[in-house]
């Protein structure tokens, strides 16, 4: 359905912002998972296309490639999106395969398959094979191979968080999936400014383990509650425009970010709070030993 399209600098306009109007961009980065990820799909295609000119053994080898090449694609596309959501956190575990180590390899094998001729030896293809892998690990880099900020956490404590927030994050999918449905760009760019402050609460988990317990209901039943509105609004818009149901999702929304900015506030707080008795009781243990301010 077509939709006109409003804002700032549009007709009609004045030009003023909108009071409170959350900027959608607020907080995010571009993505590394574009044009250069993209064009590893479309060159293996090349062998694909060759294929059928050849004999058997080149059919073999060529549609070999194809497929050798478009999996080391899809791999380090995966691992181009694992890295942003490793370097995202302050506290994260490296990912459990490497995957763009393993495209690395995958990209040099395939190229070595389709640069293989059975009467030309295996000089050409081991070249193929060495500047292809090189190439690809230069222009995207190796996975991260070590955990970040996890010196002096409690793995166990660390591992519960994990498995809270992927929950939490498969929540938020839900939810974005079902207002892009909507086709409702506000809405859209509404729901995104929750996200984002629903984010900041797991980077505050992350980093202090304790808060779990304060936030595990935010993390698992509030975003659960908020996924089901969502889905059941994106429903009713999609049978046709409702001002009140609108105006009820927009108010649960509302709702919804200030008291998930007011508990992010409160975990800070009290984080500031252990930091004070820590500095109290490290402060009284000096004057204890005699050490005294200079």
Request: with cysteine.
């Given at each position: 359905?077509?939709?006109?399209?409003?804002?700032?600098?549009?007709?009609?306009?004045?030009?003023a912002p909108q009071p409170g109007a959350p900027n959608p961009f607020h907080g995010r980065r571009p993505t590394r998972?574009?044009?250069?990820?993209?064009?590893?799909?479309?060159?293996?295609?090349?062998?694909?296309?060759?294929?059928?000119?050849?004999?058997?053994?080149?059919?073999?080898?060529?549609?070999?490639?194809?497929?050798?090449?478009?999996?080391?694609?899809?791999?380090?596309?995966?691992?181009?999106?694992?890295?942003?959501?490793?370097?995202?956190?302050?506290?994260?575990?490296?990912?459990?395969?490497?995957?763009?180590?393993?495209?690395?390899?995958?990209?040099?094998?395939?190229?070595?398959?389709?640069?293989?001729?059975?009467?030309?030896?295996?000089?050409?293809?081991?070249?193929?094979?060495?500047?292809?892998?090189?190439?690809?690990?230069?222009?995207?880099?190796?996975?991260?191979?070590?955990?970040?900020?996890?010196?002096?956490?409690?793995?166990?404590?660390?591992?519960?968080?994990?498995?809270?927030?992927?929950?939490?994050?498969?929540?938020?999918?839900?939810?974005?999936?079902?207002?892009?449905?909507?086709?409702?760009?506000?809405?859209?760019?509404?729901?995104?400014?929750?996200?984002?402050?629903?984010?900041?609460?797991?980077?505050?988990?992350?980093?202090?383990?304790?808060?779990?317990?304060?936030?595990?209901?935010?993390?698992?039943?509030?975003?659960?509650?908020?996924?089901?509105?969502?889905?059941?609004?994106?429903?009713?818009?999609?049978?046709?425009?409702?001002?009140?149901?609108?105006?009820?999702?927009?108010?649960?929304?509302?709702?919804?970010?200030?008291?998930?900015?007011?508990?992010?506030?409160?975990?800070?707080?009290d984080d500031k709070t252990d930091l004070d008795i820590q500095i109290d009781v490290l402060r009284e243990r000096l004057?204890?030993?005699?050490?005294?301010?200079?």
């Amino acid at each position: 359905m077509a939709q006109r399209f409003g804002g700032q600098y549009s007709p009609g306009s004045d030009g003023a912002p909108q009071p409170g109007a959350p900027n959608p961009f607020h907080g995010r980065r571009p993505t590394r998972v574009g044009g250069r990820a993209n064009f590893l799909f479309i060159a293996p295609l090349v062998f694909a296309v060759t294929a059928f000119w050849q004999p058997p053994v080149g059919l073999a080898l060529d549609l070999g490639a194809c497929a050798t090449l478009l999996l080391a694609a899809w791999l380090t596309r995966d691992g181009l999106r694992a890295q942003e959501a490793y370097e995202a956190r302050t506290v994260a575990r490296r990912p459990a395969i490497p995957r763009k180590i393993f495209g690395s390899v995958l990209t040099g094998l395939g190229l070595a398959l389709g640069g293989f001729v059975p009467e030309g030896g295996l000089v050409a293809p081991a070249i193929f094979a060495v500047l292809g892998g090189a190439l690809h690990f230069g222009a995207f880099g190796p996975d991260p191979l070590k955990d970040k900020g996890m010196e002096g956490v409690d793995a166990f404590q660390t591992d519960r968080v994990a498995r809270a927030v992927e929950e939490a994050e498969k929540h938020l999918s839900a939810i974005q999936d079902a207002i892009k449905r909507s086709g409702d760009r506000r809405l859209v760019a509404r729901v995104e400014s929750f996200i984002g402050t629903a984010r900041k609460m797991f980077r505050t988990v992350e980093n202090d383990p304790r808060d779990l317990t304060a936030a595990r209901k935010y993390l698992g039943i509030y975003l659960i509650g908020a996924r089901d509105a969502t889905i059941k609004f994106a429903e009713i818009a999609a049978r046709g425009h409702d001002a009140q149901a609108r105006a009820d999702y927009e108010a649960l929304l509302d709702d919804l970010e200030s008291n998930f900015t007011a508990q992010t506030t409160a975990l800070l707080q009290d984080d500031k709070t252990d930091l004070d008795i820590q500095i109290d009781v490290l402060r009284e243990r000096l004057q204890r030993e005699g050490v005294r301010p200079g």
